[in-house]
T-cell receptor, first 113, second 108 residues
């Protein structure tokens, strides 16, 4: 596609539920990044994929968070047993190798009630 | 200590003023990015640079690798430039480190 697409744009869920957030990167972008942004703060790195593999998942806050990219394009961020503190905007970005063409999606606003 | 430091945190300018936002970093980098985020909006990449200077319209970005410092300049600022400007560096392992952003308000 023309840009990085994230769905849904908004998600409200109850505490304890499971959620999946989807990122569709720019076609041909091998690198894909997930970030979390809380109100008034800069993006916080979660995980980075190069192709199908997670090259760096050091930013995932705990084992309730998991992300996959099985075919090297679309990625899904999965959050189990959601907590109110998980409420944030989850941003996805993609790029060519070494950051060329680095582009953000418009984010998914997750609210855990 | 943050890997990326930005200053100032907040900036208010009159329309037409020349604006400078500074970014210093402490890690080895493969590239530095300047990003723009409008209130309630997505993040747009303005520049990616690894040396020297880039210009796009009224925006200029410079980087000094030896001093680990970059600046973003906006000439003839306009109210539509009001946004948060974020400096990010991609480390040698391709992980990104973000500054906390500079909130710019340009008053007509």
């Amino acid at each position: 596609g023309a840009g990085v697409s994230q769905t849904p744009s908004n998600k409200v869920t109850e505490k304890g539920k499971y959620v999946e957030l989807r990122c569709d990167p720019i076609s041909g972008h091998t690198a894909l990044y997930w970030y979390r942004q809380s109100l008034g703060q800069g993006p916080e790195f979660l995980i980075y994929f190069q192709g199908t593999g997670a090259a760096d998942d050091s930013g995932l806050p705990n084992d309730r968070f998991f992300a996959v990219r099985p075919e090297g394009s679309v990625s899904t961020l999965k959050i189990q047993r959601t907590e109110r503190g998980d409420s944030a905007v989850y941003l996805c970005a993609s790029s060519l190798l070494n950051g060329l063409g680095y582009t953000f999606g418009s984010g998914t606003r997750l609210t855990v009630v | 200590k943050n890997e990326v430091e930005q200053s100032p945190q907040n900036l208010t300018a009159q329309e037409g003023e020349f604006i400078t936002i500074n970014c210093s970093y402490s890690v080895g980098i493969s590239a530095l990015h300047w990003l723009q985020q409008h209130p309630g909006g997505g993040i747009v990449s303005l520049f990616m640079l690894s040396s020297g200077k880039k210009k796009h319209g009224r925006l200029i970005a410079t980087i000094n690798i030896q001093e680990k410092h970059s600046s973003l300049h906006i000439t003839a600022s306009h109210p539509r430039d009001s946004a948060v400007y974020i400096c990010a560096v991609s480390g040698t392992g391709n992980q990104f480190y973000f500054g906390t952003g500079t909130s710019l308000t340009v008053i007509p």
